[in-house]
């Protein structure tokens, strides 16, 4: 396939997704990895979970920096020129559909803002970006396929190799809820044990 119609079909994806997206970064992960690693297969399972990494401990909204990422791992093989310019592509097709949205929202959002119509439309948004967000969760842990109408769930071990792995897991998931540790010292720790313990 050429750099052209790579090019095409990451402006094409990242585009929609940004269309079809409500809630932010983390709603955007599970149509992110459906698109990249189910549908084109340009990523791995396991490199897009190092995406996911690499977006939440850099700066930046993650679904952005999830874009940039995976238009240059995309087109890296290429070149590193072109592997800048797939990034460039797909942060500017993830970002364009919310600037046009938005700017379009604010000329008409305060005609708006009493309509039952519109109160109806956000009222229903709102636990579809809570579903979305848990959706993201579960597809960095289990992969689920269909065995005829039944669902069969199976734990990506690419991402949980072994104990330690899910050790970690644990270890991150008791420092956020129990003791309300914010992310960045959660994300620095498990950089550290990471390093000691691979």
């Not at 977006?55 to 791992?73: D, H, K, M």
């Not at 579960?138 to 069969?152: F, H, Q």
Request: aromatic share 12%; hydrophobic share 55%.
């Amino acid at each position: 396939m050429d750099e052209i119609t790579l090019l095409v079909q990451l402006f094409i994806t990242f585009f929609l997704i940004g269309v079809f997206t409500f809630g932010g970064g983390y709603a955007m992960l599970s149509l992110i990895q459906a698109e990249v690693v189910s549908n084109h297969a340009w990523l791995t399972e396991s490199e897009f979970t190092n995406v996911v990494a690499i977006s939440q401990s850099t700066p930046g909204p993650i679904g952005i920096n999830c874009a940039t990422y995976t238009g240059y791992e995309v087109l890296n093989d290429v070149s590193p020129f072109m592997g800048v310019i797939g990034s460039a592509v797909a942060t500017i097709a993830l970002v364009l559909p919310s600037f046009i949205i938005v700017l379009t929202l604010v000329k008409i959002y305060k005609k708006f803002l009493g309509n039952r119509h519109f109160q109806a439309v956000m009222s229903g948004l709102r636990p579809a970006v809570v579903g979305l967000i848990g959706a993201a969760a579960v597809i960095l842990v289990v992969n689920i396929s269909w065995d005829g109408m039944a669902p069969k769930a199976t734990v990506i071990t690419e991402n949980f190799p072994d104990w330690k792995s899910w050790a970690l897991f644990g270890a991150a998931l008791l420092a956020s809820l129990k003791f309300k540790i914010g992310p960045i010292p959660i994300i620095f720790a498990g950089a550290i044990a990471g390093i000691l313990l691979y």
